[in-house]
């Protein structure tokens, strides 16, 4: 697809059902439970296991996403990553996505071509069906919602809400990297629009430039889990940032928590990029979001287990809902977290 990136077909030419079909037509089926994919009234699914999850993610242009920077067919790629999160943070297997699109008279043919490139990617990174969507006109600008369906027997459902007083809280990866991406671009881009002869620089940042723009959900972490026999009591992906989804958990379970400032893993780019825009790193890994690393609890027997994963972080422990979810600084201070970061004690 989009083999010719300089032509511009008006939309029209094609009208929408021609449109859908154009999009659509080396669309292929992996999943077992896919019984009929695009092409009807309806897709058909058939679950392998006792449970079908299924979640729902809507994106908007100039509110989500950004046009001037954001390559369409990452756009694409990273809206099929938002949806699959939200599936593999119930510690389920993502199989099956829906997505529907609204676009304006700007988008070209091709154009839809290069979204649809980045859906299509995806679907085939994460081993999924892409079975259906619905296709409308926006009188503004792009919006795209992504259904994301999947499995799980009950035994291994993971719910926000099974924390227990001392379990440990972890996390995988590295946080704050997608949120300093952000700042870089934005700031290139209005370098850019200042002098548009000016190239972008992001040499020395392509690990955060990725992590906004080609984020990966977690789909390894199931097996991960599974044959290290760890056993997340409660989970939740990382989209809005830390601390809002620590808030998440805790409000759910029932519980408090107290995590360390010194055990949360910020990447050297993301630390060097934060000291360039005068931003304390941890601000970043707190309230930054679109990391779509898991944030989960395990009992403390488990901690032999992950203690020297290099995939996973121990942030702190669960404590009595009475003691909130507060942030222990390196200087030794306890502050409590709000949703967007933290407030000092005598605020
Ligand atoms: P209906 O009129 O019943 O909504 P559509 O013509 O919109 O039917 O859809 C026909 C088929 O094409 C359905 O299988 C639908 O899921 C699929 N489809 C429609 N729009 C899209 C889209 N943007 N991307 C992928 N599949 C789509
Ligand atoms: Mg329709």
Not at 70 to 79: A, I, M, V
Not at 225 to 243: N, W, Y
Not at 248 to 255: D, K, V
Not at 285 to 308: M, Q, R, Y
Request: contains cysteine.
């Amino acid at each position: 697809m989009s083999k010719n990136s300089n032509k511009s077909t008006p939309i029209s030419e094609f009208g929408e059902f021609g449109l859908i079909k154009h999009l659509t037509n080396e669309i292929n089926i992996e999943q077992s439970s896919t019984i009929k994919g695009i092409g009807d009234d309806c897709a058909v699914i058939s679950p392998n296991a006792k449970n079908s999850v299924v979640s729902t993610e809507i994106f908007t242009e100039g509110v989500h996403f950004n046009l001037m920077y954001f390559p369409l067919k990452h756009l694409g790629f990273k809206c099929v990553t938002a949806a699959i999160s939200d599936i593999v943070a119930m510690n389920a297997i993502p199989t099956q996505i829906l997505v529907s699109i609204a676009l304006s008279s700007k988008f070209s043919v091709e154009a839809v071509e290069q979204i649809y490139d980045g859906f299509n990617s995806a679907c085939e990174h994460y081993h999924i069906d892409f079975v259906g969507g619905d296709t409308t006109s926006s009188l503004t600008g792009l919006v795209i919602n992504v259904t994301a369906i999947g499995e799980a027997n009950s035994q291994e459902l993971v719910y926000r809400n099974g924390a227990k007083k001392n379990d440990l809280i972890c996390v995988t990866g590295d946080l704050g990297g997608a949120y300093m991406g952000l700042q870089l671009l934005e700031r290139e881009n209005e370098v850019f629009k200042a002098n548009p002869n000016e190239q972008p620089k992001l040499e020395g940042y392509d690990y955060i430039v990725r992590r906004q723009l080609s984020p990966l959900a977690r789909t390894d972490m199931k097996e991960h889990f599974f044959s290290r026999e760890v056993h997340p009591t409660s989970m939740i992906d990382i989209s809005d940032g830390l601390a809002s989804e620590l808030k998440h958990l805790a409000t759910e379970s029932n519980c408090g928590c107290r995590i360390y400032e010194q055990n949360i893993p910020i990447d050297d780019q993301t630390k060097q990029m934060a000291e360039e825009f005068s931003i304390n790193p941890l601000v970043a890994a707190l309230n930054g979001g679109e990391d779509f690393e898991l944030l989960f609890t395990i009992p403390v027997s488990e901690h032999d287990k992950v203690k020297n994963d290099p995939n996973i972080t121990v942030l702190g422990h669960v404590v009595e809902a009475n003691e909130g979810v507060g942030l222990m600084t390196g200087g030794g201070s306890l502050v409590e977290l709000t949703a967007q970061g933290w407030k000092t004690p005598e605020e």
